[in-house]
């Protein structure tokens, strides 16, 4: 059975069938998700995100704790803080003109891939095993009248419909722990242009520490999803002529978003997870940027 062939319930739907049993786990995943923290930062402006935050906290934005107001000017400013994140991503592709593709690999609802629109002005593919995450994505950009340039699509970023060499830039913004890396990579090396740029914003466990630390472990069961290590990040990247360009480590950036985050009234639960792995230094935060050569 290939990505593409369709499942007798779904095919009204267009749903291709799941390519594993954990897949359609994951698919099911994010058809459920309606976190709070999630939605109501989106309505802060209408770009849905599913990735954290980097930067310094502006506390004179956030204003007095006792104010009836403080909790709209928190969501606001974590809501602002994940935007810079999705910033940082989009400002490490490289040149990108007007009439260039770009494919965004695990797209969420799709608000990293409106920010590239409005940025570079160019066509941006999303996919994501979640129809009601496709399904949400679109309804956003033809809200925003942008449905000629940013779409997302059910679909593994295993087995993208892409063809080969044809796509200026892609990335996966806090999705690669769902999916096996040399695969991963393999595929988008494929749909890059030699020239093309790669880059990913991830969470791995550092081979420094040793092994997967408990808030690791507990990160993994959380989301579902299954870390890894930033040795194998730089591995299966050297396997698929993806070659590092810039690697930052984001760690302490990121710090101050879960710390002001453990005070808000949408915690998840996962806050302390991230805090102590980041802390004892046994999960990093990470950009890397890579060339395709
Ligand atoms: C944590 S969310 C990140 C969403 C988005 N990148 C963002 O920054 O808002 C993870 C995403 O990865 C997607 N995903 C996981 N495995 C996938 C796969 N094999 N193919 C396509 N999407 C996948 C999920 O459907 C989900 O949209
Ligand atoms: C850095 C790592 C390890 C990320 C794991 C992938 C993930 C679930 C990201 C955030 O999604 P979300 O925005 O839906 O999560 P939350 O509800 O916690 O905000
Ligand atoms: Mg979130």
Known sequence: MTNTELTATSTALRIPRPASPYQGDIARYWDGEARPVNLRLGDVDGLYHHHYGIGEVDHAALGDPEDSTSEKKLIAELHRLESAQADVLLGNLGEIGADDTLVDAGCGRGGSMVMAHQRFGCKVEGVTLSAKQADFANGRAAELGLQ???????????????????VAASWNNESSMYVDLHDLFAEHSRMLEVGGRYVTITGCWNPRYGQPSKWVSQINAHFECNIHSRREYMRAMA?????PQTVIDLTPDTLPYWELRA???????????????????????????????
């Open 239 to 243: 396997d698929n002529r993806l070659v």
């Open 263 to 293: 005070t808000s009234s949408l915690v998840t639960g996962i806050e302390e997870a991230f805090i102590n792995s980041y802390r004892d230094g046994s999960f990093q935060y990470v950009l890397i940027a890579a060339d395709r050569v």
């Open 148 to 166: 000629d340039h940013v779409r997302a699509r059910v679909c593994n970023m295993l087995a993208t419909p892409f063809e080969t060499g044809s």
